[in-house]
């Protein structure tokens, strides 16, 4: 009996330790991996991977991803800006959550069958690179996580220039840069304030909001969106605050 006992002491000390050992070998991968990313800019996304391996919703077999990855100095100032006045404005000031509007989205879930979301930019990011999409509790807490270490080991300019390359932004369109090209024949660091302004306002939903065929609610959304824009200052909030190297 006492050999038994001492078998399954040892069996369970011997878990504990490999749990340990487990949980911080995820850690230094995932630290490892958001530091890599700092500087490397990622290839590719999972949800790029899925968007590949599914039709067109057109019944188009346009299945090539259109993404190529700019830095932030090579876009127009009114792209960023025009992010922040759709997306999330208090994006400068937080530290990667807006707990305000995570309560209220969670109230109006439980209340509503309509879904909405209270994710940052931050947490867009968190998401886009590092997860699966998808709802749960679990891939949410995994989100905040990764959020964590972004807004940590990234910084505020590094988050936005990810997002603006990886963001979804039409049908296999990825990025300001394929958007800039496909939708304006022209390159991100030419876009003026309507054009950025109505980029942005598809991004609830890009499959179903076009910015090559604007429907009404996007039309109204840019109007929103512009006049934000100027109460937040203009390009001038943004210049002051990117350090802008033009």
């Known amino acids: 009996m006492a050999k038994n006992q001492s078998s399954s002491s040892f069996t369970w000390a011997d878990a504990r330790r490999l749990f340990f050992k487990l949980c911080i070998t995820l850690f230094l991968v995932s630290v490892l991996w958001v530091l890599a ?11 790029m991977l899925s968007k590949r391996s599914e039709p067109s919703p057109k019944n188009q077999k346009t299945e090539q991803i259109q993404y ?13 800006l025009a992010v922040i006045a759709s997306e999330d404005q208090l994006y400068l000031t937080h530290s990667g959550f807006d707990f305000k509007a995570i309560r209220k989205a ?15 930019i931050s947490q867009q990011v968190a998401k886009n690179v590092f997860l699966w999409h998808g709802r749960s509790y679990l891939r ?11 807004e940590v080991l990234w910084g505020k300019e590094r988050i936005m220039e990810v997002y603006l390359n990886i963001a979804e932004m039409g049908d296999h369109v990825f990025g300001v840069h394929a958007a800039c090209q496909k939708f304006y024949n022209t390159t991100p660091d030419k876009v003026g304030r309507q054009q950025a302004a109505l980029i942005a306002a598809s991004l609830p939903n890009p499959i179903k909001y076009s910015v090559a065929d604007p429907n009404g609610y996007m039309l109204r959304n840019r109007r929103r969106i512009v006049r934000n824009m100027g109460r937040l200052g203009g390009t001038e909030y943004v210049k002051n605050w990117l350090q802008w190297k033009k």
Request: net charge negative.
């Open 37 to 47: 990313y700092r500087w490397i800019d990622p290839p590719v996304t999972l949800h």
């Open 106 to 120: 969670f109230e109006t879930n439980i209340s509503s069958k309509k879904t909405v979301g209270g994710s940052t």
């Open 68 to 80: 190529k990855f700019v830095e932030l100095e090579e876009m127009s100032m009114q792209l960023p």
């Open 140 to 150: 949410k807490a995994v989100e905040m996580y990764f959020t964590f270490l972004i």
